[in-house]
Structure formats: structure tokens, C-alpha cells
């Protein structure tokens, strides 16, 4: 730890600094014109005073090889740091200068049911990653992915364009126990679909299985580049049916055509509500049939 992170027990937080700096600013508001024209004349003089001050410091600094060192060590302290980057006298860094403004636009998000983080910055393009609400396909997802674009390319000057990065979807595990063949493969629930072949590639295909009790249940398999999927044919949200949801293989996703939430096609995760899910029905392929298990 260097010393410019240590502080006395006695001395305020950033935070506590910072919120009566904002507390005071906010009274300014409550004042009638003629008194707030002064408070803010007097508040502009104590900054020239306090900036012309803090310009020296940081030049002789600067200047000696010897207090240098201790001048970017104090630099990365939030409250000197705040200090300086007020008077203009360093930039914040584009980071640091993002997440200030994502923290300003996620009470918006918050609102919507969506989030956002922060990935990284690199050559002027914020990387970011969306999640809940604001990572699906529908309008209001979209309107926020322009806010969070809008917010970061207008108020941070070292961002020029924001990346939106794809969620790692949690692959789903099916267990290995419910992937067994036995003898008798309609009595353990497994229904015979057909050729592999015969499952158009790149497609959904919607089913309508039958158990060996006669129970008939509506599938989809998904075949995303020959890697097959199968789910129950109900939507997350509110259990409509899949038919004509829209596979993407360009980010490996399916939207459902009802209200716009997306899947992951692998594994079934939703990326519009976290936590809901496709539920997958374990598939195999034996000697070239595709086998589905309705019932477990
Ligand atoms: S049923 Fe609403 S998004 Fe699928």
C-alpha cells in the first residue's frame, strides 16, 4: 500500500468529501439570483486561487526526478485524483471516466430491467457487456444499448465507439444418466426422431413427439452448423411456441417472434432475463438417428 492510500482515522472519505461538495452545489439552487450570483463568484475565486496553487505544485513536482515518483503515486489516490481532474490539471483516465458515466445512465437501466459493465477500453472503443433487458432483440432493448452508446461516446472524449461483447452463456449440463440408451429406448422415455440428415442445417425444426404412453410432446431441435439442440417448444417468457423464432448464427443465438427474447441456441440460456432458461431435452445420435427423451 503506498502512503497516499492511507489516511487518519479522522480525516473524511472521498465519498463524505464529495457528497457535501454536491450537497452544497445543490443549496446553490435554493438561493435567490442576487445571493447565488455571489456564492458562485465566491466559490469561482477559492478555485483560481486553489487551481493556480495546485498548477505549481504539480509542475515543480514534475519537474524534480526525485518528487515524481511521489507525485503519480499521490495521482492515484480517488480524492487527489478528483482534485486535480476539477481543475483540469489531469484527464481522468478513459476507464475511470466511463464507469462515472454507465454509474449516471444504470438508475435508467436499472429501471428497464437491464444492466451494463464495463469491459474494457482500448484504441477509443469501449467494450461492454449487456445484460437483463438491454441484451435482447426487442425496441425497448435496443433504445437502452443507445443510451449506454449515446452516454459513453458523447460525455467521454476517448471513446469514438462502443462494442457490444456477446454474454458467455453457462452451457447446460444434461446429465450423463439421462443420455443412456437402454434395450428398450421408448421405455425410458426416449423417442426416435429420424435421420440426422433429414434436420434441415441451420434451421429449427419444430416436432410433435409421441412417448411410448401415448403422451404427445412439442419439441424444437436446432441445428446451429450440425450441432444439434432440442428444447420443449415454449418460450421462457410466456411459454408461446418457438416455430417461427429466428436462429442467428452469427452470435449463435434464437429470438423468440413473440417479444423479442433471445437464446442462446446451444445451450438454451436466455440472454434478455437472466436466470430463464429454454428447457433442454436431451438429444443424441445413434448410428445416425437423432434421439430425443421427452421423459426422464
Ligand atoms: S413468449 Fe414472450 S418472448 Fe417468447
Redesign the pocket.
Known amino acids: 500500500m503506498t502512503a497516499t492510500t492511507e489516511r487518519p482515522v479522522d480525516q473524511p472519505g472521498f465519498e463524505q468529501l464529495a457528497k457535501r461538495v454536491d450537497d452544497a452545489v445543490a443549496a446553490l439552487a435554493g438561493l435567490d439570483p442576487a445571493a447565488r450570483a455571489v456564492a458562485e463568484e465566491l466559490k469561482s475565486a477559492i478555485e483560481e486561487i486553489h487551481r493556480a496553487g495546485l498548477v505549481t505544485i504539480v509542475r515543480r513536482m514534475r519537474e524534480d526526478p526525485a518528487a515524481r515518483d511521489a507525485l503519480f503515486d499521490m495521482v492515484d489516490d480517488p480524492t487527489v485524483h478528483l482534485l486535480l481532474s476539477l481543475h483540469g490539471i489531469v484527464r481522468p483516465d478513459p476507464v475511470t471516466h466511463a464507469n462515472q458515466v454507465l454509474t449516471s445512465v444504470r438508475p435508467q437501466l436499472h429501471s428497464h430491467g437491464g444492466d451494463v459493465s464495463l469491459v474494457r477500453v482500448e484504441d477509443g472503443t469501449a467494450f461492454v457487456r449487456l445484460e437483463g433487458a438491454c441484451n435482447g432483440c426487442s425496441m425497448s432493448s435496443v433504445t437502452l444499448r443507445n443510451l449506454v452508446e449515446e452516454a459513453l461516446v458523447q460525455q467521454v472524449p476517448a471513446i469514438s465507439a462502443v462494442q457490444v461483447l456477446p454474454n458467455e452463456p453457462t452451457p447446460t449440463l444434461i446429465p450423463v444418466e439421462s443420455l443412456r440408451i437402454g434395450r428398450d429406448p421408448a421405455s425410458e422415455g426416449w423417442v426416435r426422431v429420424g435421420a440426422a440428415t433429414e434436420l434441415p442445417l441451420d434451421e429449427l425444426t419444430p416436432l410433435s413427439l409421441t412417448t411410448a404412453s401415448g403422451r404427445a410432446v412439442e419439441a424444437i431441435v436446432v441445428n446451429a452448423g450440425n450441432r444439434l439442440s432440442a428444447y420443449r417448444n415454449e418460450?421462457?417468457?410466456?411459454?408461446?411456441p418457438?416455430d417461427n423464432a429466428v436462429l442467428d448464427l452469427s452470435n449463435n443465438t434464437l429470438t423468440?417472434?413473440?417479444?423479442?427474447?433471445c437464446f442462446d441456441a446451444t445451450s438454451g440460456e436466455c440472454l434478455?432475463a437472466p436466470g430463464a432458461q429454454l428447457e433442454q431435452l436431451p438429444l443424441r445420435v445413434d448410428d445416425g438417428v437423432v434421439w430425443v427423451r421427452v421423459e426422464l
Not at 423468440?256 to 427474447?261: I, K, N, V
Request: net charge negative.
Open positions: 418460450c421462457a417468457h410466456e411459454a408461446l418457438l423468440c417472434p413473440w417479444h423479442g427474447f434478455s
